[in-house]
């Protein structure tokens, strides 16, 4: 039990679907974060909410849409993907906020495969 | 620009010592974070760094120059369970944290 669950672990969609990942933290943390994880490549921040309220966008394209209903809770809603788009998605939280430097625990990810 | 440079992949035998070096570039530092990832499993904490010197925390030790843009993990009496990769993050001006690629760690018999 990693604190932090994620769900569909595996999902496979053709490029006209459209689905959405869940993430849910049971760890009373103020801050939530999506990844990008490629093979051989760095983790790429997506998106940032810092309590509820969305921080960072970095320059994701449109077709990824982020949702933060509340503190426990956040979804990346995918539409029209492509198939650079297939990695594992990694959703993360921290304490007390983005500015508290504290250590981001992780859940295991979606991996998702675009067809 | 940012970067995160780090080995690709590192080799060691049971029972050694292994050093997994870091050097960063970041427009600000506040910190520089290791993360273990098993195949398949979420990266989890292992240290965190601001100030210059040696953390240790019983078989994994982290070290900091920030003078160097530089850090290492050390790993000692290493075990089979300790093969995995091992993710570099600095923290820059705005928190936000710049990864490497990750060093794969193989533990041979």
């Known amino acids: 039990e990693t604190g932090v669950t994620q769900t569909p672990r595996h999902l496979v969609m053709g490029m006209t679907n459209k689905k959405s990942l869940k993430c849910e933290q049971h760890l009373g943390h103020n801050a939530m974060y999506w990844y990008k994880q490629s093979a051989k490549k760095p983790l790429e921040l997506m998106f940032v909410?810092?309590?509820?309220?969305?921080?960072e966008n970095n320059s994701v394209p449109s077709r990824f849409s982020p949702e933060c209903p509340n503190s426990s809770h956040l979804f990346l809603h995918l539409h029209t993907l492509q198939p650079e788009d297939s990695a594992l998605y990694l959703c993360?939280?921290?304490?007390?906020?983005?500015?508290?430097?504290?250590?981001?625990?992780f859940g295991d990810g979606t991996r998702l495969s675009i067809l | 620009g940012q970067n995160i440079d780090q080995p690709t992949e590192m080799t060691a035998t049971e029972g050694a010592i292994v050093q997994i070096n870091c050097t960063y570039q970041?427009?600000?530092?506040?910190?520089l974070f290791w993360y273990q990832q098993h195949a398949g499993e979420a990266p989890t904490f292992l240290s965190y760094?601001?100030l210059d010197g040696l953390e240790e925390k019983g078989r994994f030790s982290s070290f900091l120059s920030r003078s160097k843009g530089y850090s290492y993990l050390l790993l000692k009496e290493l075990q089979m369970k300790d093969s995995a990769s091992y993710l570099c993050?600095?923290?820059?001006?705005?928190?936000?944290?710049?990864w490497g690629a990750g060093t794969k760690l193989i533990i041979k018999p």
């Open positions: 993360a939280s921290s304490q007390e906020g983005v500015e508290s430097n504290q250590p981001q625990h």
């Open positions: 909410y810092n309590f509820k309220e969305q921080t």
């Open positions: 760094n601001v």
């Open positions: 970041t427009s600000g530092f506040n910190g």
């Open positions: 993050a600095s923290s820059d001006s705005n928190y936000q944290l710049i």
